[in-house]
């Protein structure tokens, strides 16, 4: 029988004895209500028994020894209603236990049921309806309204209207043109589309979040271990108190008032059900944790380390500036530079390809294209002789010298700042060369992250008080992209093991978190308390070793699973405090006589049931900061 119809089970039996003893009492036949009492509490404390086995075989000492003592003791000495009390709330408290992780876990469940099972595929001119798993990268699909992107795709039509609110949290609807990314299991908020298939289903963005959360699912909190480990020590303290009131009064039922009212501590239940609260919560702000061990670290983080490409960058180039020189208009230069690069699957061709197609120009099919990899293209684009790629390329083929190519790309201020920069700030110049007249130049580079200053201003706000800068790039690269964000330290030039001593020297200053996407970063994401991985482009192998993955291609879901972390993380210490505070000085209420057993269940009872209410409170954790940081509307 599963674990919550058991606890259900359990809760009516509880009930229904209680309830027919009292009825029986009533009506005056006193021998029949302590039986029927009695068969309300025997199945929850053979149920009970069963339990405290199980967990003394996994080396676990809970606090059901003292609930079951609690019982045993009520029986025996004659209490069989503070027995029935302690039997009823017990497994009510159980059951509002399961209820609570379920009511947690349920948008975690609803996540995974919207994993589609199969596709429309465009194939010969129809439509097939076909498994999931027979999608290969480049096959083209059919997304209609309402339905879930199957896998990591492009767009193929002209627009698309999605909703990511399962996957980020965004309550609005966001608009995607032709070319750009749609990640798995975003929904279709418009009319149809046609997507491009980039990734098969099993390496997809969602298949890669149902795994993880799967494993998140299954973990298993330190300070639940430590839970565990108290609890051990409260079941002596607890039953000592007890000996010690039935010797000093010479009463045993005062050790009986003293085990219900310590039956069962908040300890082993406002932890879980806090930090499963705060893993679901993280969840719906595109933040997924792998378990409560790291939401427990998340939450205690004083250091940051942040790769640069890909992470503090957007890690695909952007078009800088556009400059004519040969007597053709930038939107010319771009438009003639992008139809032949649309022959290329070069990123910075992609990416010049993209920004024309922001712009709605009309790109024409190229022909008699030509490519010299790594170097550039040639071919011809509405009948006109056509060359694109870096100044040295395009001037070898137009006959112009190389450095002559350069300095007319440097003619303007502009241009020159971004040209002499070039070489400092990682910047790319690529070259537009027209029937054999060179026609202009676009210069790019890999631009920071919009809102990363805001970003980090809220992270700091977070008390995290060093933020670092680890990438294998140069550190005049490093340096000029940074310039201005007020970090702590910039490491450049550092191999994957530079990066993971890195991490461990930083553990002086406190608990460390590391931030990257690429393959090279895995080790250091391994290293770190925290590791954090771009879930949405980066590797499989850095969301593999990392304990926290982003599901959007963005930075700023940090802010919000920070404090969410630490916002739990104080609700369910604060629930132990509480709980504990409370369940002590009723024993000693119980201990000197103030407590009758009866009085003493049900007070320890509310306190079990208030508790978990209160660590429930996660699931409505709105982060603050995050809104603080965010940067003003333009």
């Given at each position: 029988?599963?674990?919550?119809?058991?606890?259900?089970?359990?809760?009516?039996?509880?009930?229904?004895?209680?309830?027919?003893?009292?009825?029986?009492?009533?009506?005056?036949?006193?021998?029949?209500?302590?039986?029927?009492?009695?068969?309300?509490?025997?199945?929850?404390l053979a149920a009970l028994a069963v339990e405290i086995v199980r967990r003394?075989?996994?080396?676990?000492?809970?606090?059901?020894?003292?609930?079951?003592?609690?019982?045993?003791?009520?029986?025996?000495?004659?209490?069989?209603?503070?027995?029935?009390?302690?039997?009823?709330?017990?497994?009510?408290?159980?059951?509002?236990?399961?209820?609570?992780?379920?009511?947690?876990?349920?948008?975690?469940?609803?996540?995974?049921?919207?994993?589609?099972?199969?596709?429309?595929?465009?194939?010969?001119?129809?439509?097939?309806?076909?498994?999931?798993?027979?999608i290969a990268p480049g096959d083209l699909l059919l997304v209609r309204q309402?339905?879930?992107?199957?896998?990591?795709?492009?767009?193929?039509?002209?627009?698309?209207?999605?909703?990511?609110?399962?996957?980020?949290?965004?309550?609005?609807?966001?608009?995607?043109?032709?070319?750009?990314?749609?990640?798995?299991?975003?929904?279709?908020?418009?009319?149809?589309?046609?997507?491009?298939?980039?990734?098969?289903?099993?390496?997809?963005?969602?298949?890669?979040?149902?795994?993880?959360?799967?494993?998140?699912?299954?973990?298993?909190?330190?300070?639940?271990?430590?839970?565990?480990?108290?609890?051990?020590?409260?079941?002596?303290?607890?039953?000592?108190?007890?000996?010690?009131?039935?010797?000093?009064?010479?009463?045993?039922?005062?050790?009986?008032?003293?085990?219900?009212?310590?039956?069962?501590?908040?300890?082993?239940?406002?932890?879980?059900?806090?930090?499963?609260?705060?893993?679901?919560?993280?969840?719906?702000?595109?933040?997924?944790?792998?378990?409560?061990?790291?939401?427990?670290?998340?939450?205690?983080?004083?250091?940051?380390?942040?790769?640069?490409?890909?992470?503090?960058?957007?890690?695909?180039?952007?078009?800088?500036?556009?400059?004519?020189?040969?007597?053709?208009?930038?939107?010319?230069?771009?438009?003639?530079?992008?139809?032949?690069?649309?022959?290329?699957?070069?990123?910075?061709?992609?990416?010049?390809?993209?920004?024309?197609?922001?712009?709605?120009?009309?790109?024409?099919?190229?022909?008699?294209?030509?490519?010299?990899?790594?170097?550039?293209?040639?071919?011809?684009?509405?009948?006109?002789?056509?060359?694109?790629?870096?100044?040295?390329?395009?001037?070898?083929?137009?006959?112009?010298?190389?450095?002559?190519?350069?300095?007319?790309?440097?003619?303007?201020?502009?241009?020159?700042?971004?040209?002499?920069?070039?070489?400092?700030?990682?910047?790319?110049?690529?070259?537009?060369?027209?029937?054999?007249?060179?026609?202009?130049?676009?210069?790019?580079?890999?631009?920071?992250?919009?809102?990363?200053?805001?970003?980090?201003?809220?992270?700091?706000?977070?008390?995290?008080?060093?933020?670092?800068?680890?990438?294998?790039?140069?550190?005049?690269?490093?340096?000029?992209?940074?310039?201005?964000?007020?970090?702590?330290?910039?490491?450049?030039?550092?191999?994957?093991?530079?990066?993971?001593?890195?991490?461990?020297?930083?553990?002086?200053?406190?608990?460390?978190?590391?931030?990257?996407?690429?393959?090279?970063?895995?080790?250091?994401?391994?290293?770190?308390?925290?590791?954090?991985?771009?879930?949405?482009?980066?590797?499989?192998?850095?969301?593999?070793?990392?304990?926290?993955?982003?599901?959007?291609?963005?930075?700023?879901?940090?802010?919000?699973?920070?404090?969410?972390?630490?916002?739990?993380?104080?609700?369910?210490?604060?629930?132990?405090?509480?709980?504990?505070?409370?369940?002590?000085?009723?024993?000693?209420?119980?201990?000197?006589?103030?407590?009758?057993?009866?009085?003493?269940?049900?007070?320890?009872?509310?306190?079990?049931?208030?508790?978990?209410?209160?660590?429930l409170r996660a699931l409505r954790i709105e982060p603050r900061v995050a809104?603080?940081?965010?940067?003003?509307?333009?």
């Amino acid at each position: 029988m599963p674990r919550n119809r058991l606890s259900l089970a359990l809760l009516a039996i509880a009930l229904a004895g209680l309830l027919s003893g009292l009825a029986l009492s009533l009506a005056g036949r006193a021998a029949t209500a302590t039986l029927a009492l009695a068969a309300g509490v025997l199945p929850v404390l053979a149920a009970l028994a069963v339990e405290i086995v199980r967990r003394l075989r996994q080396g676990d000492v809970g606090l059901d020894i003292v609930a079951a003592l609690s019982m045993s003791a009520a029986l025996l000495f004659g209490e069989t209603l503070a027995a029935a009390v302690v039997a009823l709330m017990y497994s009510g408290g159980t059951f509002l236990e399961r209820y609570a992780e379920g009511r947690a876990g349920r948008e975690m469940r609803d996540l995974l049921a919207r994993v589609p099972r199969t596709v429309t595929r465009h194939r010969n001119g129809a439509l097939d309806e076909v498994p999931l798993d027979d999608i290969a990268p480049g096959d083209l699909l059919l997304v209609r309204q309402g339905d879930v992107a199957p896998v990591d795709g492009t767009v193929e039509s002209d627009r698309a209207l999605l909703d990511l609110s399962a996957l980020t949290g965004e309550s609005l609807p966001v608009r995607r043109e032709r070319g750009q990314e749609v990640p798995s299991g975003a929904t279709n908020a418009g009319d149809a589309f046609d997507l491009r298939a980039t990734r098969p289903a099993g390496e997809s963005t969602y298949a890669g979040i149902v795994r993880l959360v799967e494993a998140a699912q299954r973990s298993k909190a330190p300070m639940a271990r430590l839970a565990d480990r108290w609890s051990l020590l409260f079941v002596v303290v607890a039953v000592a108190l007890a000996a010690a009131a039935w010797w000093f009064s010479g009463d045993p039922v005062r050790a009986v008032a003293v085990l219900v009212v310590a039956t069962p501590c908040p300890l082993i239940l406002a932890v879980p059900v806090a930090l499963v609260a705060g893993l679901s919560r993280a969840a719906r702000f595109g933040v997924l944790i792998k378990g409560a061990r790291p939401l427990e670290a998340l939450a205690r983080i004083r250091t940051l380390i942040l790769d640069k490409t890909g992470t503090l960058t957007d890690g695909r180039p952007q078009i800088l500036s556009i400059e004519a020189t040969g007597g053709m208009s930038r939107d010319a230069v771009l438009q003639f530079a992008a139809a032949l690069e649309q022959a290329s699957k070069h990123p910075i061709a992609q990416a010049i390809v993209a920004a024309a197609q922001a712009r709605g120009m009309a790109l024409p099919v190229p022909e008699a294209v030509t490519e010299t990899p790594g170097e550039g293209l040639a071919g011809t684009v509405d009948g006109r002789r056509v060359v694109v790629g870096g100044p040295a390329f395009v001037a070898g083929r137009t006959g112009a010298p190389a450095a002559a190519a350069a300095a007319a790309a440097a003619t303007t201020p502009d241009t020159a700042a971004a040209d002499t920069g070039a070489a400092d700030t990682g910047a790319v110049l690529v070259a537009l060369a027209v029937d054999g007249q060179l026609q202009g130049h676009l210069v790019m580079a890999d631009a920071l992250r919009s809102g990363t200053s805001e970003l980090l201003a809220g992270l700091r706000c977070l008390g995290i008080g060093r933020i670092l800068l680890a990438t294998g790039d140069r550190r005049s690269v490093a340096e000029a992209v940074t310039r201005g964000l007020g970090l702590d330290a910039v490491r450049a030039g550092l191999t994957p093991d530079q990066k993971v001593r890195l991490v461990r020297c930083e553990r002086k200053n406190g608990p460390v978190m590391m931030v990257g996407d690429g393959v090279n970063d895995a080790p250091a994401l391994a290293a770190a308390d925290v590791g954090v991985a771009m879930g949405a482009r980066g590797a499989a192998a850095s969301a593999e070793a990392a304990d926290v993955v982003l599901l959007v291609d963005r930075l700023d879901p940090l802010l919000p699973g920070i404090e969410v972390a630490q916002r739990t993380r104080r609700i369910a210490v604060g629930s132990v405090v509480a709980g504990i505070g409370l369940s002590v000085a009723g024993m000693i209420a119980a201990a000197l006589g103030h407590l009758a057993p009866v009085e003493g269940a049900l007070l320890q009872e509310a306190i079990d049931i208030a508790v978990i209410l209160n660590a429930l409170r996660a699931l409505r954790i709105e982060p603050r900061v995050a809104k603080l940081a965010a940067p003003a509307p333009a």
